[in-house]
């Protein structure tokens, strides 16, 4: 009797279907509100965020989150019974890092909501014994990815080329060579192969993002990627302080310190906070740089993915047998055709109207997804991993990188801007 083949889907399949599913509901007429989270004093607080209409937003939000969580657990094969105590728990923290996001002094200085849901993660990871059943039904991936496909409904290129070309060209100017660097230097540092490629990706493309999308694409390990995540915001806030003030120094023009800042700073929100603190010429020219480094972030992956699938040699029977289309194709991430997808679909079929009216819902939708990737991660590690010495290695190696990416960004945004 021949035994019943199981049905099954890929993961990044299923972060397809679900964001797919949540931007043709989006599309189809189904727009979130968007919950109010800013405030600068207690009244306030529970004036406008705690008040019952925009609790019933909030709650109505983790409805929506929740069935797609849900059936997302259900098709990868999870348990649900641990999904859907723990699912709940994770919410709460990240609407407790949302809160905290939105208070006008935090907002001030810019300091994303992700900083705030990885620490409050692991805040309660190191404090707490969390029980394994907790920790055994996160979904980091599948969240941080589904926030990634819908990060593409705002890629919009005609916004970039109405800009301008020299974002693209600066950005393709550096993260080539930017990653190379890092590479090399990772190689010399002996750090291993997974590190060394989350390392370069994430100094030399888009940060978290970049990190994110080369993980999926490598198969890495979560305890890495969260390694370098950390590293990415950690130098992302001084950054974020000292860049303009150097510009000013410097004596550089706005579209010089706006291309400079947007090429160099890993985190979008760093970015604007930079570029605000300059002037509105440079906040532009930061912006459109920045979005030029997302567009390149599915090339990206797809090469990573063919690069790391022919270094690796999958067929250890025979090392120098060239690796199938079959396996380059297994290994390549499918998420980031989801991203390709959204953007292509925002930017060239649907009527800008369309766009305009679903576009609030679906970037605050996309950073909830982010924010819980983050609460999760949080909730997975630990303290004594992300400092152990063998940690010490990648850290230089990540600001060595980063302070070369400063130089070669600042003579391209010189040459191209000035």
């Known amino acids: 009797m021949l035994e019943e083949k199981k049905f099954f889907i890929h993961e990044d399949w299923v972060v397809v279907i679900l964001a797919a599913l949540i931007i043709a509901l989006a599309v189809g007429g189904l727009i979130l509100p968007v919950p109010e989270f800013n405030w600068s004093n207690a009244s306030e607080l529970f004036q406008t965020v705690l008040e019952p209409r925009n609790l019933g937003i909030i709650a109505l939000q983790f409805t929506f989150v929740f069935i797609i969580a849900a059936i997302g657990a259900l098709l990868n094969k999870r348990p649900l019974k641990g999904y859907l105590i723990s699912f709940p728990i994770v919410y709460l923290i990240t609407i407790a890092a949302l809160i905290l996001a939105g208070n006008s002094q935090v907002k001030a200085i810019n300091l994303e909501a992700v900083i705030f849901s990885l620490g409050l993660g692991l805040i309660i990871s190191n404090f707490f014994k969390l029980p394994e059943w907790l920790k055994s039904a996160l979904s980091t991936e599948m969240f941080v990815k589904i926030g990634l496909v819908l990060l593409g409904t705002g890629i919009i290129f005609a916004d970039i080329l109405k800009a301008g070309s020299l974002g693209l060209i600066q950005a393709l100017i550096v993260v080539i060579t930017v990653w190379y660097f890092a590479y090399w230097l990772c190689k010399k540092l002996k750090i291993d192969d997974e590190l060394t490629m989350m390392i370069s990706s994430a100094v030399s493309i888009c940060g978290v993002s970049a990190a994110i999308a080369t993980s999926g694409a490598i198969k890495g390990d979560s305890k890495k990627l969260s390694y370098v995540i950390s590293m990415v915001l950690i130098t992302a806030i001084p950054m974020m302080i000292f860049m303009p003030l150097i510009a000013k120094y410097l004596g550089l023009s706005q579209e010089v310190t706006g291309a400079w800042l947007g090429g160099s700073i890993d985190t979008t929100g760093a970015v604007v906070a930079s570029g605000s603190l300059v002037g509105e010429e ?74 305009s009216s679903v576009k609030s819902s679906l970037k605050n939708l996309q950073g909830l997804w982010f924010a819980l990737a983050f609460t999760s991660i949080g909730l997975e590690t630990n303290f004594a991993d992300l400092f152990s010495k063998q940690s010490k290695k990648p850290f230089y190696a990540f600001l060595l990188a980063q302070t070369f990416n400063v130089v070669v960004t600042l003579a391209v945004a010189l040459l191209l801007f000035n």
Not at 292 to 311: D, E, K, M
Not at 336 to 350: C, D, E, H, K, Q
């Open 282 to 355: 440079a906040l532009k020219i930061s912006t459109i740089v920045k979005f030029s480094q997302n567009v390149l972030l599915g090339l990206a992956a797809f090469a990573i993915s063919v690069f790391w699938t022919y270094t690796k040699h999958p067929n250890s029977k025979d090392p120098d047998s060239k690796p199938t289309i079959g396996v380059i194709w297994d290994r390549f991430p499918k998420f980031v055709l989801g991203f390709i997808a959204a953007s292509l679909l925002f930017s060239f079929i649907l009527d800008p109207a369309t766009v």
